[in-house]
């Protein structure tokens, strides 16, 4: 299984009135063919930058891909492409669904034609043809009476049926890489469940690669092969799924794990939530970002960036409670888990 996309040291930033906030701070990570990679964090943590960043979807200015950057796609960088070439790409053969369909779908034209548009764009179908796939590519995703929904604006689907058309919209061109920026936030728990579900169809189907972004580690547990984590803009821990969920390393990961509501658990429980929010990134911390949430934070976390700790090939973590001289702390989840 070979790498379709490799970003290297990719940063990002957005200059402001009160200085320059480092959004992404030099992140590396790669997604295989016919793979879902998650990346999982708080908001402001980067996810979205990063998939915006991809898409080259970053505003210029305020915003800007910092020199250095690299983002390969088949091992042709999209830093570097120009617009015309990069038109081409994005949308045919790298597509994003965004979180809220409502202000991503232009409410003035009917949802058929907005699919279309990007069949002849892409595809170079004739507008007939085009209409007609539009059609077939909103029965694919099971938008009830679709000949005639095809021929209605956004404002008359639901929520769900709205995230319907734009996954249908996204896979249009069959891209190689989809981008799902939460794309279940919006929905209600059944839609949710069905929305991932119709994913996974049409991953199968069309052998796409998926980035699936997202803040709830619920959602990813049964569509990801492997997890990233984020924070303050740079990847804490990754590893498979299993070894997010069953063997988690990073103070932050386990905070993650443990906010969400489990099975079994009493209704008179406390849910757990972490206290205090992440640094500001305009002064961004010379040490670890968690360390000022982190109960088992010590002197060196402030004053100096922990070292990436391979745990296995596919799991790493970047904590100082990994360094052989730290004390030993079990993971709060995974004791839990394991009783």
């Not at 911390?285 to 000022?292: A, E, L």
Request: hydrophobic letters at 35%; glycine letters at 8%; one cysteine or more.
């Amino acid at each position: 299984m070979g790498k379709i996309l490799e970003v290297k040291n990719l940063r990002v930033s957005y200059h402001t009135y009160a200085g320059e906030v480092q959004s992404v701070r030099g992140i590396d990570f790669h997604l295989n063919e016919g793979e879902t990679l998650a990346v999982v964090g708080e908001s402001g943590c980067g996810k979205s930058v990063t998939s915006k960043a991809i898409m080259r979807l970053i505003q210029t200015p305020p915003g800007e891909i910092k020199e250095g950057s690299e983002i390969l796609y088949n091992g042709k960088d999209l830093v570097k492409m120009d617009e015309k070439t990069l038109r081409s790409i994005r949308g045919g053969e790298i597509s994003m669904i965004f979180q809220d369909p409502m202000t991503s779908l232009n409410p003035t034209m009917k949802v058929g034609k907005q699919i279309a548009e990007s069949l002849v764009i892409h595809k170079g179908m004739g507008k007939k043809e085009a209409f007609k796939e539009a059609t077939k590519m909103l029965e694919m995703v099971n938008i009830p009476n679709a000949d005639k929904r095809v021929n209605q604006y956004p404002h008359e689907f639901s929520g769900g049926m709205r995230q319907r058309a734009m996954i249908a919209m996204a896979l249009s061109c069959s891209p190689k890489i989809l981008i799902a920026d939460e794309p279940t936030t919006a929905l209600d728990v059944t839609i949710q469940a069905q929305i991932i579900e119709l994913m996974q169809e049409l991953q199968n189907k069309f052998g796409t690669s998926i980035i699936m972004i997202t803040h709830d580690l619920g959602v990813v547990a049964n569509i990801a092969q492997r997890i990233q984590v984020m924070y303050s803009g740079l990847i804490i821990e990754r590893g498979k799924t299993e070894d997010i969920f069953y063997n988690p390393q990073h103070p932050y990961t386990w905070a993650l794990l443990q906010s969400v509501p489990r099975l079994g658990t009493s209704n008179k429980a406390e849910l757990y939530s972490l206290q205090g929010t992440p640094p500001d990134l305009l002064k961004p911390p010379v040490g670890c970002p968690f360390v000022t949430r982190c109960k088992y934070a010590m002197p060196i976390c402030q004053e100096q960036m922990p070292e990436v700790t391979t745990i296995t090939e596919e799991h790493s973590v970047s904590c100082w409670l990994k360094h052989p001289s730290a004390p030993k702390v079990e993971s709060p989840f995974t004791m839990e888990v394991n009783k």
